[in-house]
């Protein structure tokens, strides 16, 4: 008899691996309700698929379809390529339990990147949504807008990459890309930015896909991956 893949997994010391869910669609980001109801039926956490669609998983481990379609274009199923772009990142608004997402998108064959936030009723349906942020340039490509984390500041952390054509644009003030970009819940730029009249917190990236805060020191950290080689973990300062 073959063994279970669980079999070989090697885990710390102390840790069991359960498995939740499956059946997702490329599961790209997951984001857990801060403070989430005791109810069954309440959302627990939401993940982001690669190709539109937003699932939201219960406390009774079940799978509902909070949104999909949303990207506007068509997936070219290329993986590795142009099939790596659509649905990235996700949070969830501690206040309101608002989810904010990043994605791809096309306005008159050019490719751009926004973020969006969406409102719900009950957690588990979207029923409104809203641009926080767009126009930034992209391609089809992995060097999209990734990550979006609220840091403790209450304000709005986006990764962005840099879009692969040009890498010199990260180190490029003026562009977005290439960046971690801060901004209020609105999308207005907040006044104590390194340059207030600019949404960029941190330059230099290459494509910053994943983020996390650390509660001891309240910094972000951010996974950025290399040329093939050279993946790195930096903590992110502001300027």
């Given amino acids: 008899m073959s063994e279970s893949p669980e079999m070989n997994w090697k885990l710390f010391p102390g840790f069991e691996i359960e498995v939740m869910v499956t059946g997702l669609n490329l599961p790209v980001n997951l984001a857990f309700v801060q403070n989430p109801k005791k109810d069954r039926e309440a959302p627990l956490l939401y993940v982001t698929e690669l190709y539109g669609s937003v699932k939201a998983i219960t406390n009774n481990w079940k799978i509902h379809t909070y949104a999909q379609g949303l990207l506007n274009y068509p997936p070219d199923y290329k993986l590795p390529g142009t099939g790596e772009s659509g ?6 608004e501690p206040q309101t339990g608002d989810l904010f997402l990043s994605m791809l998108y096309v306005e008159n064959d ?3 990147a926004r973020v969006i936030r969406t409102k719900s009723k009950n957690g588990l ?20 807008i990734q990550a979006v984390t609220i840091g403790p500041d ?13 890498p010199k644009v990260a180190q490029d003030g003026n562009d977005l890309r290439g960046k971690i ?22 330059k230099g990236f290459r494509n910053p896909f994943g983020a996390a805060w650390r509660k001891s020191d309240k910094k972000l950290y951010i996974s950025d991956n290399g040329p093939e080689v050279d993946d790195r973990i930096a903590k992110v300062e502001p300027g």
């Fill in 87 to 92: 649905l990235i990142g996700i949070c969830v």
């Fill in 110 to 112: 050019d490719i751009m």
């Fill in 125 to 144: 349906k979207m029923d409104s949504m809203e641009t926080i942020i767009d126009g930034i340039p992209s391609v089809k490509a992995a060097h999209q």
């Fill in 154 to 166: 209450g304000k709005l952390y986006v990764n962005v990459g840099d879009g692969m054509l040009n």
């Fill in 181 to 202: 970009l801060r901004m209020n819940l609105d999308g207005s730029i907040p006044d104590d930015n390194p340059n207030p009249k600019s949404y960029v917190y941190a």
